[in-house]
């Protein structure tokens, strides 16, 4: 394996690296999505089982609020 990646030419064993990285990089980014699908609707059904069961409530408040906006 190594013979073959040094009869590579300068220029493609230069660029080797770099292709690995960024595919490695992809292969992380493509498998978040469906982590973070999975994540969300795990996340989702707690609420709602906790919104069922009475341990957690929604209430809301009348209180005036200062809301600052930063530009």
């Not at 699908?37 to 200062?66: D, H, N, P, Q, W």
Request: glycine share 2%; with cysteine; charged share 15%.
């Amino acid at each position: 394996m190594v013979e073959k990646f040094t009869k590579l030419p300068e220029n493609v064993r230069l660029f080797a690296p770099v292709a690995i990285a960024a595919l490695i990089f992809l292969t992380i980014v493509s498998l978040s999505l469906p982590i973070r699908l999975i994540t969300t609707v795990l996340a989702f059904l707690i609420y709602e089982i906790c919104l069922a069961l009475g341990f957690s409530t929604i209430m809301l408040e009348g209180k005036s609020r200062e809301i600052i906006i930063l530009k």
